[in-house]
């Protein structure tokens, strides 16, 4: 294909270099990969073949203007790959990403290229004219390039290719067995009385997914990433609450064609040879030398000495569950992990007089969105939204704004795309569709991807508080990427350390119960009543109820991953339950009734994402979020004097910046762990 034939090879014309979805097709994809990457090969020729002495200008700064193409093409794709997986697009995926992984090899195992890279950072002491992110950039390259064996020899480096290609394709593999085992594993109810206790809205989402199957009468529960569903805390049937979570914790584990256990199995194998080969004792050991963590043991240290108490928490909270079923139920029963949800908003009734069901009505999407968080990222950072309808997405139901700054200077697109498809795989996320840099002179893009249920048509999307708190920390990512100013493309938006990067986002979900916000966009989708003053007291006084089990959960899936991640090379597993149990005794949080957020066989994030050793970086960050949270409440909160100072030396510095330093410039000192022990009921 040529650029008149293909429109992904020649930059965009459209506003802020948004790729011309409307324009491409699958087809378009492959022959594009392969024209950047020859693109790419030849820019790093040039650099290599070089005589004369190496320099910042002529290696690191052409380093950085090199691939370009591939950047643009890349960030195209995978926002499709991600958020509408048709089969044409996982068949591209599937041959992509070998591919793409020799090429990644190629440039980063370059011995020339390191050479090159080597010289200019042990001549960095003569240079004091680099600015201070130029100098940081000399000092990732190498590191970066160190770490992924760019100094290893040619053997070691031919099997290393081997490893990562392999590993790329598993990852493919893994999330497309995912998808296609969620897809097959959606609950169908026949009588809507099954599914009693569902709101209006929710059951006319189930009617409506079922009907874009083919099933219409029928109802149709499609699954989250995650183990259990929020249907469980409304449906009063038991029998359909087991069955939906039966069928969540089953996902890619049943001995089918989906089945991910081999897959995941393989995957911990090769990752352990690979950090081997690299001198590190584990995969662990490997990924957290260059994350601020700096090493497994402290990871381990942070979660034994949390999980203890959140197990102790959550055991008090079984007890209460259990006794409101003895108390309530005509035939009391054992409480099983199906349960939990239903009967933990029945102690929530009782204990705080809040039906969280009954939230749904003031929490209508649109006005969430418009009214609650960019409402208030106008308050904190002055910013204003535009929605382009003219402006073409991937997909119709993604959304596209325009963001200027008070003064009217251009900031970036933002694109929304909220409601759940069947070629969407589950969780929410952020991702950047162009990067900016004013060494390419691009400004950003960004997307917030979610699985909202879409209702019936005419009918109100109405969030439940969880789902309102993912978009509030989804848009925190989405911050991050819009605000960075950087020069380098290597630094920009949330390219930063993969335990560091939840933190702008978790900051943000303080806005969500904060009184300015919450009065503005918490009102009755049909009267405009606002939420009443007393739930909302309410809601604050709840916020640490339920955190021994949250806490559980969420600890349960780090650990897994740790233990999966710090198994020697040589060794292996045969049982996936039997190590996944083990390894959960082992910290002290193997509890049928409060299930691992994620198990193995569907835990994307570690095996099919890029959180592999790295699912431990939520708590890590909450670290800094709880006390940042503090700091903003200290300083009187909500104000464009606070919004402008973490703007400035948090969010605008992206990843040119040590993160922690950045921190420190921002707060005033390092991180306290007290807020966080306190906001989840793990204080002594």
């Known amino acids: 294909m040529t650029e008149a034939t293909n429109p992904l090879l020649s930059p965009s014309t459209l506003p802020y270099g948004m790729p011309d979805y409307a324009a491409i097709r699958p087809e378009h994809y492959l022959p594009a990969f392969q024209v950047a990457f020859d693109e790419h090969r030849a820019e790093i020729r040039v650099i290599t073949v070089a005589r004369s002495t190496p320099t910042f200008e002529n290696t690191i ?46 440039v980063r195992l370059d011995a020339q290229l390191y050479w090159r890279v080597s010289q200019v950072h042990e001549r960095l002491g003569e240079r004091p004219d680099l600015s201070a992110e130029q100098q940081y950039l000399v000092r990732r390259h190498y590191r970066e390039m160190s770490h992924a064996g760019a100094g290893l020899d040619d053997e070691a480096k ?3 290719t081997e490893l990562n290609q392999r590993l790329s394709t598993l990852g493919t593999t893994f999330e497309k067995n995912l998808l296609a085992d ?29 009907a874009e199957r083919g099933m219409a009468g029928r109802y149709l529960v499609t699954l989250p990433l995650f183990s259990g569903h929020p249907y469980l805390a409304s449906l009063t049937v038991r029998e359909s609450r087991r069955r939906i979570m039966q069928a969540s914790l089953a996902r890619a584990s049943r001995g089918n064609e989906h089945d991910n256990c081999a897959v995941l199995t393989e995957i911990v194998a090769l990752r352990a040879e690979r950090a081997a ?41 079984n007890g209460a569950l259990q006794r409101i079923i003895d108390e309530t139920e005509a035939e009391p029963f054992a409480l099983e992990a199906h349960d939990w949800a239903f009967y933990t908003e029945r102690v929530r009734q009782a204990r705080y007089d809040i039906d969280t069901a009954a939230l749904r009505p003031h929490f209508e999407a649109e006005r969430v969105l418009r009214d609650g968080v960019f409402f208030a990222a106008t308050q904190l950072y002055g910013i204003r939204f535009t929605e382009r309808a003219d402006l073409i997405a991937y997909h119709p139901g993604a959304r596209v704004f325009e963001v200027h700054d008070d003064d009217g200077s251009a900031v970036g697109l933002y694109v929304l795309d909220l409601y759940t498809r069947d070629s969407k795989r589950g969780g929410a996320w952020m991702n950047p569709i162009v990067g900016q840099s004013a060494l390419r002179g691009t400004l950003p893009v960004v997307v917030n991807n979610l699985n909202v249920s879409q209702p019936g048509d005419g009918q109100a999307t109405l969030l439940t508080l969880d789902e309102v708190t993912t978009l509030f920390h989804e848009f925190g990512h989405a911050l991050h990427g819009l605000f960075a100013r950087v020069t380098y493309p290597h630094f920009s938006g949330t390219n930063v350390f993969r335990d560091f990067v939840e933190f702008p986002s978790q900051v943000n979900e303080m806005w969500i119960l904060w009184s300015e916000v919450l009065s503005n966009y918490a009102r009755h989708h049909e009267t405009g009543e606002p939420l ?44 996936v339950a039997r190590f996944e149990r083990d390894a959960l005794a082992d910290i002290g949080l193997l509890n049928p009734v409060v299930p691992t957020r994620y198990s193995s066989t569907y835990f994307a994030h570690v095996f099919s994402g890029g959180y592999s050793a790295g699912y431990y970086s939520y708590i890590w960050s909450e670290v800094l979020d709880a006390d940042t949270v503090e700091w903003f409440r200290e300083n009187g909160g909500l104000t464009r004097e606070n919004g402008d100072r973490f703007r400035r030396r948090l969010l605008g510095v992206g990843g040119s910046k040590d993160p922690l330093e950045a921190y420190r410039d921002f707060r005033g000192r ?6 966080l022990l306190t906001r989840r009921g793990l204080q002594a």
Do not use: K
């Open 532 to 575: 009443d003053a007393g739930i909302v007291d309410r809601l604050r006084a709840s916020q640490a109820f339920d955190q021994g089990h949250a806490t559980s959960e969420y600890l349960a899936a780090a650990w897994l991953d740790q233990a999966w991640h710090r198994i020697a090379a040589g060794s292996t597993v045969g049982d």
């Open 182 to 210: 969620t897809n097959e594993l959606a609950v169908v109810f026949d009588d809507p009385a099954a599914l009693d206790g569902l709101t209006a809205g929710e059951l006319s989402a189930t009617a409506r997914a079922a």
């Open 61 to 106: 700064e052409a380093l950085e203007r090199s691939g370009e193409l591939l950047d643009r093409v890349s960030h195209a794709f995978f926002t499709v790959s991600s958020a509408d997986a048709t089969p044409a697009i996982q068949e591209v995926d599937e041959r992509l990403a070998p591919l793409l992984a020799a090429h990644d090899d190629a």
């Open 670 to 675: 390092d991180a306290e762990i007290g807020p």
């Open 277 to 317: 080969l690299l001198g590190y004792d584990s995969h662990a050991a490997y990924v957290t030398a260059d994350e601020t963590a700096g090493s497994p043991q402290a990871v381990e240290r942070m979660l034994r000495e949390l999980a203890a108490p959140a197990a102790r928490n959550a055991q008090r909270e």
């Open 158 to 160: 031919s099997r290393l």
